[in-house]
């Protein structure tokens, strides 16, 4: 390395300057070429030439997840309704506190657990763990 051949951090080439005399290169029409869009500079953002642009092509609405079709929350308060030993999917559809679609329930803290239950393959927020347990139930 050497003095010499060193060069400045943030070094920057000067903008050309266009439209100064036809030896410059850059003369009468800037390097633009003559008529049409592209040497007016009329251009729209997100046009591509004629064809439909991207922005209208795709859909204008949001993603809606499959999963959110098939599941459900109950609260603890609803427990009661129950009359099975273990509940699981098929008591829940029993007591109709679920339509017969959902595939994916969570038990949520939601009022007072009054009898003791046993949940079997359904998932339960924390709260909800603790109101069961509480009320001397379990949770597998």
């Known amino acids: 390395m050497h003095l010499n051949t060193l060069s400045p951090v943030n070094r920057r080439t000067k903008a050309t300057r266009v439209g100064r005399g036809w030896s410059s290169g850059k003369g009468k029409t800037c390097g633009r070429g003559t008529k049409g869009q592209h040497a007016r500079n009329t251009v729209k953002q997100g046009f591509e030439g004629g064809q439909t642009p991207f922005q209208r092509r795709v859909p204008k609405f949001g993603f809606t997840s499959w999963r959110e079709k098939y599941s459900a929350e109950i609260g603890t308060d609803k427990l009661a309704k129950v009359d099975a030993e273990m509940i699981d999917l098929d008591a829940l559809k029993a007591a ?25 393959g359904i998932k339960v927020t924390q709260g909800a763990k603790q109101l069961i347990t509480s009320a001397g139930g379990s949770v597998e």
Request: glycine residues 4%.
């Open 96 to 120: 109709n506190l679920i339509r017969n679609h959902i595939r994916f329930v969570k038990i949520i803290a939601a009022g007072e657990v009054n009898k003791t239950v046993k949940i079997s």
